[in-house]
């Protein structure tokens, strides 16, 4: 099994920072697609940023300029720097890994736990 442990959810004031981790374990072949998906109350989840093998990057226009996703590879871990942070970007912010996981190498897709942010006075 492939399990994804996030780390880094917190309270922050406005303006502030916060650096979101990611990391998997398990039987791992090779990852693909790193990237971080949240979902506020009420709202539809929705995509922060990815990161491909070849370290190509996207992020969502809400969050562009703010926000840097990065991957270690060796660590088979993924990460996403925050910065001037904004009350919209309350959300639970949940991990997506994909590549060849599992005993098999089979092609799939592993989702974290979520981990809470809140941006607030």
């Known amino acids: 099994q492939v399990q994804l442990v996030e780390s880094g959810g917190d309270l922050v004031q406005p303006g502030g920072s916060l650096r979101l981790s990611c990391a998997a374990s398990?039987?791992?072949?090779?990852?693909?697609?790193m990237g971080w998906f949240r979902q506020a109350p009420g709202k539809q989840r929705e995509l922060v940023a990815t990161?491909?093998?070849?370290?190509?990057?996207n992020y969502a226009d809400s969050v562009k300029g703010r926000v840097t996703i990065s991957r270690d590879d060796a660590k088979n871990t993924v990460y996403l720097q925050m910065n001037s942070l904004k009350p919209e970007d309350t959300a639970v912010y949940y991990c997506?890994?994909?590549?060849?996981?599992?005993?098999?190498?089979?092609?799939?897709?592993?989702w974290g736990q979520g981990t809470l942010v809140t941006v607030s006075s």
């Open positions: 997506n890994m994909q590549g060849r996981i599992g005993t098999t190498g089979e092609y799939g897709g592993v």
């Open positions: 398990g039987s791992i072949f090779s990852i693909n697609v």
């Open positions: 990161i491909i093998r070849g370290r190509s990057t």
